[in-house]
């Protein structure tokens, strides 16, 4: 049975001397794994659909196992994010999470868009930190490790928050700070970006500036949280990190 998806390549490996497995998050099924037979043939009309990023409709035979891709229209290329080095490991990042935190065929429409979206913006020159941080905000429900973000965690108290505790997995109020001698003691500011980072309407997104040390709060912030609840190691975040660390990283 022959199924037309929309799709975004968000893993490929090599398979024998010419074929290549490429994993596509749809818009209609979630995750699905497709051998492309001959795509890494300079000449196959598989070769350029089947890059990483790449957003196209696909045509593939269904089966029990790995679907056979027999064509495909490109929708967008992220050009930009794939021509540059940094831009492209910040878009690593982004679909090797997808990838870590999501089952085979298990549909998601709207984390489908948020990935689209965020791509888009990387492709535009939109802040990549900012998105990056956003995007794991928003993939704590995908992977069922949702922070208290409402109210203290402890208390139930709606005062802004006084700091963010891994141990109590949200926000604690000034009461409760103690509760946590790890926690993070945190600006107003930091818990309104947290709290609006995760519900925002990604594709509503306006022009966004943050001071560095603000985005290095919620790095650290956000990296614990997933370090201590998401079970997952992505080898594009260690990358990322080396880059930050040699300095080697663009402004933006």
Avoid: W
Avoid at 16 to 43: D, H, W, Y
Avoid at 97 to 108: A, C, G
Avoid at 117 to 122: A, E, G, P, R, S
Avoid at 207 to 236: C, F, H, P
């Amino acid at each position: 049975m022959m199924q037309k998806v929309e799709a975004i390549v968000i893993r490929t490996n090599d398979y024998g001397e010419s074929n290549k497995i490429v994993t596509l998050f749809t818009r209609e099924s979630g995750k699905v794994g497709v051998m492309a037979r001959g795509a890494k043939k300079p000449k196959s009309r598989l070769a350029a659909i089947s890059q990483l990023f790449i957003h196209g409709l696909y045509l593939f035979q269904k089966s029990n196992g790995l679907g056979t891709l027999n064509q495909a229209e490109m929708i967008h290329s992220y050009k930009e994010v794939r021509n540059d080095l940094f831009l492209a490991s910040y878009a690593t990042y982004v679909v090797e999470l997808i990838d870590k935190l999501t089952e085979e065929k298990q549909p998601n429409e709207p984390l489908f868009h948020l990935l689209q979206q965020t791509l888009l913006y990387l492709d535009e020159g939109i802040d990549p930190e900012v998105l990056l941080r956003i995007f794991e905000m928003k993939m704590m429900q995908v992977a069922g490790i949702t922070p208290e973000l409402d109210q203290c965690a402890n208390c139930g108290s709606t005062e802004v928050p006084s700091g963010f505790s891994i141990k109590e997995a949200g926000f604690l109020c000034k009461k409760c700070i103690h509760k946590d001698e790890h926690a993070f003691k945190i600006t107003p500011q930091t818990a309104r970006l947290l709290r609006l980072f995760y519900y925002i309407d990604l594709s509503r997104l306006g022009q966004i500036s943050l001071k560095d040390e603000t985005k290095k709060e919620l790095k650290l912030i956000i990296s614990a949280y997933y370090d201590e609840y998401s079970g997952v190691t992505l080898r594009s975040k260690r990358f990322l990190d080396q880059l930050e660390r040699m300095g080697d990283l663009k402004p933006y």
